[in-house]
């Protein structure tokens, strides 16, 4: 008679583990973006967030009034601090929040795909709370201050300007309208991060790498800027964020504006269209942003591994 073969035992599921954050991923992230809004990507915010308060403005117009502000200097209002302080500080909070949202979210029983949409998602919204609300708010002021300049009168500086409202309003006056900012950085995350790798599928489809073959830098930065592209779909909530944080004079705007009465004072006054101005330069601020991680990611990964004596493990 012959023995029972005992069943070999199951193998056991890999350990879930968290993400370590290191000091060399928040370096890298924090000098990709800094490059990214000091070159194109701050001219770029300016004529967008320009368009998204005057409406009636083409983009010629629009052009025209940013010069008229500063010569090429206007094409630069809120770089320092706000954007400064906006791209250095982001990219840890995300990295931090994002880590330990997907952690929980897998632990829960999430799948890989979804508990990253899960940690992006989260650390979006964490990043628009921490930094980005008063960030956006302090550049969207510098931008759309134009009273007393057209006065004639002498123009408060950026901190003036700040310590003013801080006065004025307190921690809600520079924190105007966060809660548009959340959501466009919870939807804008999402759907990008969901679009982009439909795009690299088609891609590898076309390209014949469907079994995990390395993309080129060329082919990320189409897969990238397909998703950043059509993501701009949320235009009307970038418009709302702009309106609630601007400084424009017009008595016909809700004396308390929420989201929902920033939406219909919008819709109102300038149609449909009106919730999509300055899309053009966003998708063209998105295409910038992809090309500086993709095409510079490499480069300034070798560096900051040199600098830092660690190996950079962020994707890019």
Known sequence: MSAAVAPAPASEPPKLEKKPIKFSNLLLGAGLNMFEVTTLGQPLEVTKTTMAAHRGDSFATALGRIWNRGGILGFYQGLIPWAWIEASTKGAVLLFVASEA???????????????????????VAQAYATMGFCTCMKTVEITKSKVAAAGGKVPGTWATFMDIWRREGIRGINKGVNAVAIRQMTNWGSRFGLSRLAEQGIRRVTGKEHGEKLSAFEKIIASAVGGGLSAWNQPIEVIRVEMQSKKDDPNR????????????????????????????????????????????DMAKTYVEKLTGEQVTAKH
């Open 102 to 124: 997907e952690y929980y979210a897998r632990a829960a029983g999430a799948s890989e795909f979804g508990g990253g949409i899960i940690g992006g998602v989260t650390g979006g």
């Open 254 to 297: 809700p004396k308390k504006m929420t989201v929902g009465n920033t939406f219909k004072y919008i819709y109102q006054t300038n149609g449909v269209k009106g919730l999509y101005r300055g899309v053009t330069p966003r998708i063209g601020l998105g295409v910038w942003q992809t090309v500086c991680m993709v095409a510079m990611g």
